[in-house]
């Protein structure tokens, strides 16, 4: 999917990284896993309002290529 229909989809995001991000590492391993050998250049972040956190990647052309959640 690309980047212009996921914002569309689910909002514009809270931040934006060059590092996945789903909260403590120790508590989201498996989330973090779903990053090993991914191509992403960029990660957005998109928060529930309760201490959930959405992360999606994407590559250099602004397709998804992997998506986590997680929070403390």
């Not at 989201?28 to 992360?55: D, H, M, Q, S």
């Amino acid at each position: 999917m690309h980047k212009t229909e996921v914002f569309k989809r689910i909002g514009d995001p809270v931040s934006s990284n060059t590092q996945f991000d789903v909260g403590p590492y120790e508590l989201n391993k498996p989330e973090y896993a779903k990053t090993n050998g991914v191509n992403a250049r960029v990660f957005y972040t998109w928060l529930n309002g309760v201490g959930w956190i959405y992360c999606l990647g994407f590559d250099s052309n602004d397709c998804l290529v992997v998506k986590g959640e997680g929070g403390t």
